[in-house]
């Protein structure tokens, strides 16, 4: 005996399904469905219709969640290549500034004395020993290099970068007076200064050694190096 007909039952199945019909309703249609079998296979419809987009709506969450992998994992691959190109770029620079400063600032070559003439040599009324130095291969000089050995061998040896700079006036080192201080240098060193070259120890010149007498500075280096 059916109490309410087929047709109000398939009307409440979707509220029933969702569940939100009262309790009485409720009851109403699961008795009703326990005995027929029409709106069993109602219900069984909207149970199938339901899932599959159900079932879509998580495949769905997949792609989404998938694209959203995609794309923070594409941020990290495009941070990452930023970091890369960003420590490239860091290491070319360095590299162009090593090899700059390698090659236009490092003071390595020794320059070879037969480009050099060193005359004038005098002592300032202080003991400071005055000499001129020429170099006339056309390139400029900007350092020269003090050092001393256990004999007492003190040399003056002028450096230059690898690739020189030509010698623009107004000269430096490369064409003008300069002074070696020898008291100051025995003090800084320690040790007794006996001979003083301009060069290397392989290829010098000597300026000056213990017991040379050496003529008086002019005027003209006295004012020059003399001013304090
Ligand atoms: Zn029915």
Same mark, same amino acid.
């Given at each position: ?80 290549? $930023? @970091? ?11 590299? +162009?500034?090593?090899? !700059?400063? =390698?090659?236009? *600032? ?72 300069? $002074? @070696? ?11 007794? +200064?006996?001979?003083? !070259?301009? =060069?290397?120890? *392989? ?26």
């Amino acid at each position: 005996m059916r109490k309410v007909s087929c047709e109000i039952i398939k009307d409440m199945l979707p509220l029933y399904y969702d569940s939100v019909c009262s309790d009485d309703s409720k009851r109403m249609v699961e008795e009703h469905l326990s005995e027929c079998n029409n709106c069993k296979v109602e219900f069984k419809k909207i149970q199938d219709e339901i899932h599959i987009p159900e079932k879509s709506i998580i495949e769905n969450r997949t792609d989404s969640n998938v694209i959203k992998n995609i794309s923070t994992s594409w941020k990290r691959l495009r941070l990452k290549s $930023f @970091i890369k190109g960003g420590i490239i770029t860091a290491l070319l620079i360095g590299i +162009i500034i090593l090899g !700059y400063v =390698g090659l236009f *600032k490092w003071e390595i070559n020794s320059v070879s004395t037969d480009v050099v003439e060193i005359r004038d040599i005098s002592e300032m009324e202080d003991g400071k020993i005055v000499y001129y130095a020429d170099i006339n291969d056309g390139y400029s000089l900007n350092t020269i290099k003090y050092d001393m050995d256990s004999e007492g061998n003190f040399y003056m040896t002028p450096l230059r970068p690898l690739i020189k700079k030509e010698a623009q006036p107004p000269y430096g080192l490369e064409k003008g007076y300069d $002074f @070696i201080d020898i008291k100051v240098q025995e003090e800084f060193r320690g040790k007794e +200064i006996k001979r003083i !070259y301009y =060069g290397t120890p *392989k290829d010098k010149i000597l300026i000056w050694e213990k017991g040379m007498v050496l003529p008086k500075a002019s005027e003209e280096v006295e004012k020059y190096f003399g001013l304090e």
